[in-house]
Structure formats: structure tokens, C-alpha cells
């Protein structure tokens, strides 16, 4: 009798242990950590520990470089050989001069391609989980799978800029209201500021923080070809006997000449429709999709104060800090107690038009509603109602 007293007694202890004890007991175990590049759920490629940045076909920098480097290295060895030559025509001046606006476009595509075109990141809250019951819970579980997603949120939100009423759209990927002129790229997989397209020449989002560099890297290229093509011609002209013989006779020259009049044709109209979009403050996007076509466009401040403000305004920071230490839990998907009972075995992402991967599941949804909203996207952006806040473009310029 003693011997069962003893052992009742020793089980109500071990139960009856306060609940401080039991949360350290269960959290004694140190959760591993991994870098937040590790577990991105976008389909970005990261580089030397995550500090570069690219988009999913990055291996088309390849080809870039190639069409690049190639034309540009034929005409500097070309150059070379007719300098030493001893063509008074051709010195070392013409040369640098080839060589140096090279170097500028592959400096102009590699920033343009691996640092953070401006994307936002994910929200990580659940959406309607004031009080933690059980019925919160699946409710929730079912939004996030898009089983009943008009459940909780509006898929629209008004937003003032500069006076005018413009509506932003939830995105169900990344859970969030899009700030104005942020757009969802359906290659990336994530929500980018002031989106203006998806470059497959350049492996990356055109977006808020890179443009500038975009703008750089095509002006750049248009020179360059302009360049090449002129000292071609002129090498073909002085030198002596007909036109035709003298094509016939250098062929480099000639290959060179045709190859850049094609591509003047392209990178050349590709500047200038850039340069008009930033003179009217329009992205590429806006553009295709007729936005202004017919009402007039908040962002357009006049030519001077759009061109200073892709040019000489502050590039944002980036919002993401891809070598931060996160939980290895953030890389799993919902706790399987709770997958099993209110997710379903097949989830579509209404973003990316398909069914979601181990990879792209969501992650294990904390118990309380947070923003939705996008914090501190840019310092131009004030709260001032519960479902709408103002923009005041200006203080980018200030």
C-alpha cells in the first residue's frame, strides 16, 4: 500500500509540474537556424551565399554576354591589328574608347541582373485568427488554400496617389495588398515594387531598385553597336579600290557592320521606348496593359522631375536581408496535426496559375492576425484610413 501511495504520489507531481517548466522543458532543444536565402519560397538563383541575386533563367546571361562580348572583342582585336599597321586613323584613343564602353555594359548588365529589383516580402501572418478557436483555425486554413478565398479579405483596396483614387490587389501568393505600381511576376514568384517587366535577357525582374541600371545597360549597348558599326564603315571606306572588292576582301568588317545594324534595331528602339516611358513616368507594364490611355496618370510630374526621379533619386535599401538567420521550421510546410485535418492534399496558387509544391506550401501560420499591409515599402507612404492610406510621391524628390 505504501509502495502504490508512493508511486500516486510521484505521478502527480510529475503532472502537476507548472507550466513555466513544461515550456522550457519542450523548448530545451535548440530549433537549427539556416539563411533566409535557403529557404525563399520565390524562384530566385542566389549566388555567393546569397548576396547576388537572380531570377530563375539567369543562365541567359550566357547568351547576353556572349552577344555582347563577342562583336565587341572582334573589334577591339580588329582595331589592334590595324593600329600596328600603322594607320594613322586607328590609334589607341579609338581602341580605349571600344573597350572602355565593353567594360560599362557588362558593368551596367551585371547590377542590372543581381541585386534585388525591389521585391516585398511575404507575409507570413494568418488572416483571421483573433481568438485562436478551432473553427478560426479552419476557416484560416481554408484561405490560404484558396478553397474560400473571398472568405476574409477583399481581393481590391482603394488607395489615394497625388489626388487620385487607385485600386490595389491583394495577392494571394504573397498575402499582402500590392503597394501602387507593384506587381506580381509569375516567373520570379514574388511581389516586386513599381514592376515594370521581366527581362529574359537579363535573367531578372525590372523593377523599383535596378531600373536606373536596365537604363544604363541598353543606352550603353546602343552605343556600343553605333560605336562598332561607324569605325567599321569607316575602315571599309579608306580603304583603297571599289566599295564591293574591299567587302569582299574583309569580311570581319562586313560581318561586323550587318550584325550591329540589327542590333541597333532592337536595343536602339528598346532605349528609345524606355526613354519615353520615363519622360511620361509609365512602366512597361502600365504601358502594354493601355492604363492612361484614357484618364490621366498620378505619377506624371513633367519631363524634368520624372527623368531626376529615375535617375538621381535615392535607390531604396533593399527590404530583404537574404544571409539573416531563420528558423529551419520556416523552410517546412503546416504542422502535420494541423495539415492533415484542415489543408487538402492539392493546393492551386491563384498567383501562378498551378498547383502548389512541397517547395511553395505555406508556412506554419502564427496564431494572430498582423499587417497585411506592406510596411515601410518607402517613406512616401501615410496611413490614414483603416482601409486606405495616402501616397505622397514628392518626398522621393525632396
Known sequence: ????????????????????????????????EIRLYKAWKGNNRFFCGGRLIFGPDVSSLFLTSFLIGAPAL???????????????????????????????DFMFLLLTSSRD????????????????????????????????????????????????????????????YRPPRASHCSICN??????????????????????????????????????VFVFSW????????????????????????????????????????????????????????????KKENPYKRGLLKNVKEVFFAKIPPSQLDLRAMVPEEDDITIASEYQSEYSSSVRYDSEMGGKLTNRDSPKKLPM?????????LSDDYDRTKDDAFEVDLSSHLA
Open 1 to 32: 500500500m505504501q509502495r502504490e501511495i508512493m508511486s500516486k504520489k510521484k505521478i502527480s507531481q510529475v503532472h502537476c509540474l507548472p507550466s513555466g517548466d513544461l515550456m522550457t522543458a519542450s523548448t530545451s532543444k535548440r530549433i537549427p
Open 74 to 104: 572582334t573589334f577591339c582585336i580588329r582595331m589592334l591589328v590595324w593600329i600596328r599597321r600603322g594607320d594613322p586613323f586607328f590609334n589607341y584613343t579609338v581602341l580605349t574608347s571600344g573597350f572602355i564602353l565593353t567594360l560599362l
Open 117 to 176: 529589383p525591389g521585391i516585398i516580402p511575404r507575409n507570413k501572418s494568418s488572416m483571421n485568427l483573433e481568438d485562436g478557436s478551432e473553427s478560426s483555425l479552419t476557416q484560416s486554413m481554408e484561405w490560404v488554400n484558396n478553397k474560400t478565398p473571398h472568405l476574409k479579405v477583399p481581393k481590391t483596396k482603394d488607395v489615394f496617389v497625388n489626388g487620385y483614387t487607385i485600386k490595389v490587389k491583394f495577392c494571394d501568393t504573397c498575402l499582402l
Open 190 to 227: 514574388n511581389c516586386v515594387q513599381r514592376f515594370d517587366h521581366h527581362c529574359p535577357w537579363v535573367g531578372q525582374c525590372i523593377a523599383r531598385r535596378n531600373y536606373p541600371f536596365f537604363i544604363c545597360f541598353i543606352s550603353t549597348s546602343t552605343l556600343l553597336c553605333l560605336y
Open 234 to 293: 569607316i575602315n571599309l571606306i579608306r580603304q583603297p579600290g571599289k566599295l564591293w572588292r574591299t567587302m569582299s576582301h574583309d569580311i570581319v568588317s562586313v560581318i561586323l557592320i550587318v550584325y550591329t545594324f540589327v542590333a541597333i534595331w532592337f536595343v536602339g528602339g528598346l532605349t528609345i521606348f524606355h526613354f519615353y516611358l520615363m519622360s511620361t513616368n509609365q512602366t512597361t507594364y502600365e504601358n502594354f496593359r493601355y492604363r492612361y490611355d
Open 368 to 376: 494572430r492576425t498582423r499587417n497585411l499591409d506592406n510596411i515601410d
